[in-house]
């Protein structure tokens, strides 16, 4: 605030850049969309995305109606934190994935913003998203947290706590959670595998060999088979299922050889998407993998006997979550 004579003026701010430092509302510092800004940050190369790379866009009533909803009772959504290019249908499908704002890892391929929450936790949460899938009339669920590696058992009590809320307040929707890898500390991952949900997906994102420089440091691509091999022992009725983006470097060799790894811990389900990158700061797109060549690797997951494999170009992780079990791709044409 400035004064002139005396007058009190209002400053307006420049808007935080991708790749800049902000505060937080709660107080802490983050970074806008994940990845530092720096002289090394590879400029988008001239040129367009191919045809098939088109997503409808975000708009209709029912999209609306949920947005101002989510804006209601202060819930966030990896929906808008990470640039997901499917909002627009996902939620006019009346699917939202809930949850997620600042994340403690920085993973190179993630929008989602960076920081130290320092253990900030939102206590009206878990009754705020039962009340907003209430009002959104969901049957289905996805509930995402970003990492917390601040918190001891990194948000898992709290994610089980929204599961259980949403469950008592909507007993007949399904509730899905994307988690983080709690460090690999399976005592957590059973609090969110106990919680009531039907659906336990905690994301390989590549292959073993491209793991880093793509995921965070603190990620692992055996922490994550050994995340979802537990999960699955602890509670075998509850579906386990994983996501990778292609485009990033990976042979299909590679991609074959972490289906394989991936049925032998008895993953249940698979998403194949394309890898888009979210700003300059991030890693570029490799290639650009054909909708033929994502259906070819559907028919591989679908004969190592996964029981259902979504795959095309924008394919993520929650994509038609909720049409996973229903044995036509999702209903991706040309499937």
């Given at each position: 605030?400035?004064?002139?004579?005396?007058?009190?003026?209002?400053?307006?701010?420049?808007?935080v850049?991708?790749?800049?430092?902000?505060?937080?509302?709660?107080?802490?510092?983050?970074?806008?969309d994940?990845?530092?800004r720096?002289?090394?940050?590879?400029?988008?190369a001239?040129?367009t995305?191919?045809?098939?790379?088109r997503?409808p866009?975000?708009?209709?009533?029912?999209?609306e109606?949920?947005?101002?909803?989510?804006?209601?009772?202060?819930?966030s959504?990896?929906?808008?934190?990470?640039?997901?290019?499917?909002?627009?249908?996902?939620w006019?499908?009346?699917?939202?994935?809930?949850l997620?704002?600042?994340?403690?890892?920085?993973c190179?391929?993630?929008?989602?913003?960076t920081g130290?929450p320092?253990?900030?936790?939102d206590?009206?949460?878990?009754?705020?998203?039962a009340r907003?899938?209430?009002?959104?009339?969901?049957?289905?669920?996805?509930?995402?947290?970003?990492?917390?590696?601040?918190?001891?058992?990194?948000?898992?009590?709290?994610?089980?706590?929204?599961?259980?809320a949403?469950?008592?307040?909507?007993p007949?929707?399904?509730?899905?959670?994307?988690?983080?890898?709690?460090?690999?500390?399976?005592?957590d991952?059973?609090?969110v595998?106990?919680?009531?949900?039907?659906?336990?997906?905690?994301?390989?994102?590549?292959?073993?060999?491209?793991?880093?420089?793509?995921r965070?440091?603190?990620?692992?691509?055996r922490?994550?088979?050994n995340?979802?091999?537990?999960s699955?022992r602890?509670?075998?009725?509850?579906l386990?299922?994983?996501?990778?983006?292609?485009?990033?470097?990976?042979?299909?060799?590679?991609?074959?050889q972490?289906?394989?790894?991936l049925?032998?811990?008895?993953?249940?389900?698979?998403?194949l998407?394309?890898?888009?990158?979210?700003?300059?700061?991030?890693?570029?797109?490799?290639?650009?993998?054909?909708?033929?060549?994502?259906?070819?690797l559907?028919?591989?997951?679908?004969q190592?006997?996964?029981?259902?494999?979504?795959?095309?170009?924008?394919?993520?992780?929650?994509?038609?979550a909720?049409r996973?079990?229903a044995g036509?791709?999702?209903g991706?044409?040309g499937?």
């Open positions: 605030m400035a004064d002139l004579k005396g007058i009190p003026i209002e400053v307006e701010r420049r808007p850049q991708s790749g800049e430092k902000f505060v937080t509302p709660q107080g802490f510092t983050a970074i806008r994940g990845i530092k720096s002289h090394s940050s590879m400029p988008f001239p040129g995305k191919p045809r098939w790379l997503a866009l975000a708009t209709g009533a029912r999209f109606t949920l947005r101002q909803t989510v804006r209601e009772h202060r819930l959504t990896v929906c808008e934190e990470a640039h997901c290019p499917n909002i627009g249908e996902c006019n499908a009346g699917t939202a994935t809930l997620g704002s600042v994340c403690t890892r920085a190179r391929f993630c929008a989602v913003d130290n320092r253990g900030w936790l206590a009206d949460e878990p009754a705020n998203a907003t899938v209430s009002l959104m009339g969901l049957g289905y669920v996805v509930l995402t947290s970003v990492d917390r590696d601040d918190l001891p058992d990194g948000g898992a009590a709290h994610l089980a706590a929204c599961v259980r949403i469950k008592v307040a909507n007949k929707t399904a509730v899905e959670a994307l988690t983080p890898d709690f460090q690999g500390v399976l005592r991952v059973e609090t595998v106990d919680s009531g949900i039907e659906v336990f997906a905690q994301n390989v994102e590549t292959v073993e060999r491209l793991t880093h420089p793509v965070d440091p603190r990620a692992g691509y922490q994550t088979l995340v979802l091999e537990h699955k602890h509670r075998p009725a509850v386990t299922k994983t996501s990778l983006m292609l485009g990033l470097g990976e042979t299909t060799d590679e991609l074959l972490t289906m394989d790894d049925r032998a811990i008895g993953c249940d389900l698979l998403t998407g394309q890898y888009l990158r979210p700003t300059a700061n991030h890693l570029p797109v490799e290639r650009y993998v054909t909708p033929e060549q994502f259906l070819e559907r028919g591989a997951a679908l190592r006997g996964f029981l259902e494999c979504v795959s095309g170009p924008m394919v993520r992780s929650s994509y038609r909720e996973a079990l036509n791709n999702c991706i044409p499937a």
